[in-house]
């Protein structure tokens, strides 16, 4: 016992002598995964430095989303932060990515293989903030959660008081735990923390029980340290630090935001888990002009802080994974397909001057530690000339037959289909000109009444919820048209955020209740007729286009010019690039080279607005016209 008691007292001195530093400005610890077990704790004055085996370390992060990046570029992307002078990898993980419609889950496929990221950071010599949620708000469709969970229709979620959110996200946490628990650094892997949720604090939930759960949770699989990230006020993080678990500040950008984190959570490290290099932006709204953070770079540099920049590149909301947010005339704004976000490394994996600025100023303060690394070689890009697709059908002729919807089942996520479009159709009598009124359609809309096109509705440009009926001398038949765009993936209001045409609808005064819908998610392509319809042709909008185009020699990356199209969605070989919409200010999607091959490649497009042709064509970089009048959030280029 004497022997244990001298042993322990020798151990404990020896950490307290190992803790007392702090991590100087200019002092840095250049300690790398390398396959073998480190130790990651929090000590120092008053137990607010990172220790990696006991020395101190200034976390450089660099967020960098694999669900939103090609995953033959991942290596080339944590290269670029790797040369930029940084030395972690922060990644978010999508939950409503990994389920699959059967209830399992792929961690495996294409930019869901996040062990193989991993891999990566390690082979690189870069450290990870692992961020599971689940809930990551991200700009992501439904912040990262499966929207099926809105079938409900009192749904509650990130709180313990509701049962079928509980259940759901303890099935997805038991699924991914496994999956990250051999890179935990004490294990030989790359991860630092992990995240404790994201921003719970911000979303009006009062009490910490379900933060403590979380805690809990990851405890008992063997993860830690913890941190949480939240707003760097009071309010925000009251509800959200824990004893022993670091505090992340979104942003951090003075010492004024370390003293309220401080007095909130005394005793564990303080940084900046988002740092704002560029922000997002959403259809309609103006382009993006630069934003500067070198001052604020130069601080955390000068000082030891360690921080994480939000986006170091942000990718691509490819398919149907762009999320929208509440506000604005509809209280409602959808998030673009490109998650660029005026990032330091851009869309195809280019650096910016924002770049280059950065990383000179990084590198004045690590020289003692010799150069940095060189830069990888960016992707090369190509041009496609012009070419214009053909128009295969009319665009109502793809929906399946509809069929009778009751009054508790008009929302999307009641047939488990999360965006997409399906039409609604009901027959009304005979009578005077009166209107149609509406409580929900979710997100644009089509009205028809006869086939003759009525009105189309913009969610996001608010107005009232009224479509004028013209008299009618016989019944006719009112169809509505309506694609369900991203889910709102921030505020409380994300619950309410149900897609398709819902709620009280009325003819005059009276409530229409007989509707009939046909569905079509876009999971896939759909089926085509293979011929075009002349009654649909002459009468409704948009329609199905194909085409295709060759190349000769290797492919590279290439933007898809949609500039002269109105309003829909495309696929090239198959693979959805995700939306264009012609009200900016993003007009050109980006295709890597891996969806594209040598000889015949194919285009494939769900047209909604415009029933001409008109050419495509493919260019090397994203669009920089300035297109619209709105300034809102103008943070960045685009």
Aim: aromatic share 12%.
């Amino acid at each position: 016992m004497k022997l244990l008691l001298i042993a322990s007292s020798l151990l404990l001195t020896i950490s307290l002598t190992i803790s007392s530093h702090a991590a100087a400005p200019g002092v840095l610890n250049t300690t790398k995964p390398d396959g073998k077990p480190h130790i990651f704790s929090f000590g120092g004055k008053n137990g607010e430095s990172f220790l990696i085996d006991g020395k101190p370390i200034q976390i450089r992060s660099a967020e960098i989303h694999p669900q939103r990046v090609p995953k033959r570029y991942w290596r080339q992307r944590i290269q670029m932060a790797k040369a930029m002078g940084l030395n972690t990898i922060a990644f978010y993980t999508m939950w409503n990515d990994f389920e699959q419609p059967d209830g399992s889950f792929d961690f495996k496929t294409d930019k869901r293989d996040i062990g193989r990221f991993m891999e990566i950071c390690r082979e690189e010599g870069m450290w990870v903030l692992f961020r599971p949620g689940p809930y990551i708000c991200g700009e992501w469709d439904f912040g990262g959660i499966p929207p099926y969970l809105l079938k409900y229709p009192d749904l509650k979620i990130r709180t313990l008081k509701d049962e079928r959110f509980m259940k759901a996200q303890t099935r997805y946490l038991k699924a991914i735990a496994p999956i990250a628990k051999p890179y935990l650094s004490k294990n030989g892997g790359p991860i630092l923390m992990t995240q404790l949720e994201n921003e719970y604090g911000s979303y009006g939930r009062n009490g910490r029980a379900y933060m403590e759960w979380l805690r809990d949770f990851w405890t008992k699989e063997g993860f830690g340290p913890f941190y949480t990230s939240d707003g760097a006020s009071q309010g925000c993080l009251k509800n959200v630090t824990l004893p022993g678990v670091a505090v992340g500040l979104d942003p951090g950008k003075n010492e004024n935001h370390w003293k309220v984190a401080r007095k909130m959570n005394p005793g564990v490290p303080v940084f900046s888990s988002e740092t704002y290099p560029g922000w997002f932006r959403h259809w309609g709204e103006g382009n993006w002009k630069p934003s500067n953070i070198d001052g604020v770079v130069r601080w955390y540099m000068k000082e030891g802080k360690s921080f994480n920049l939000f986006l170091f590149h942000g990718g691509t909301n490819f398919g149907f994974t762009a999320g929208a947010n509440n506000g604005g005339k509809g209280d409602y704004r959808a998030d673009l397909t490109s998650y660029d976000y005026g990032a330091p490394v851009d869309e195809q994996g280019h650096a910016t001057k924002a770049y280059h600025r950065m990383r000179k100023i990084i590198a004045q303060y690590t020289a003692k530690n010799g150069p940095l690394p060189k830069m990888p070689v960016e992707p090369a890009a190509m041009e496609i000339a012009d070419f214009t697709p053909t128009r295969v059908s009319g665009l109502w002729d793809i929906f399946p037959d509809a069929k009778p919807v009751k009054a508790d089942k008009m929302w999307f996520e009641t047939w488990h289909q999360n965006q997409g479009l399906a039409i609604y159709s009901t027959t009304i009598p005979a009578g005077p000109a009166t209107e149609f009124t509406y409580q929900h359609l979710n997100d644009y809309g089509q009205v028809y009444l006869d086939g003759k096109h009525l009105k189309t509705i913009v969610r996001r440009l608010g107005g009232k919820k009224v479509v004028a009926i013209p008299a009618r001398t016989k019944p006719a038949k009112l169809e509505v048209l309506v694609e369900g765009m991203g889910h709102i993936n921030f505020h409380i209001s994300m619950e309410k955020d149900r897609k398709g045409l819902h709620g009280t609808l009325k003819l005059g005064d009276k409530a229409l209740t007989d509707w009939k819908v046909a569905p079509l998610p876009l999971r896939s392509l759909p089926k085509v007729l293979g011929k075009i319809k002349q009654a649909n042709s002459s009468s409704y909008q948009g329609g199905f286009l194909q085409a295709t185009f060759n190349i000769e020699g290797k492919p590279s990356d290439t933007f898809f010019d949609m500039s002269k199209q109105g309003k829909g969605i495309l696929w090239v070989n198959g693979h959805n690039l995700g939306r264009y919409w012609n009200v900016g200010p993003q007009l050109r999607l980006y295709c890597p080279a891996e969806w594209l091959k040598t000889g015949k490649n194919v285009i494939t497009i769900v047209e909604l607005e415009s029933s001409k042709t008109s050419p495509i064509r493919g260019c090397k970089t994203r669009n920089y016209d300035q297109k619209n009048k709105d300034t809102r959030n103008m943070d960045n280029v685009w």
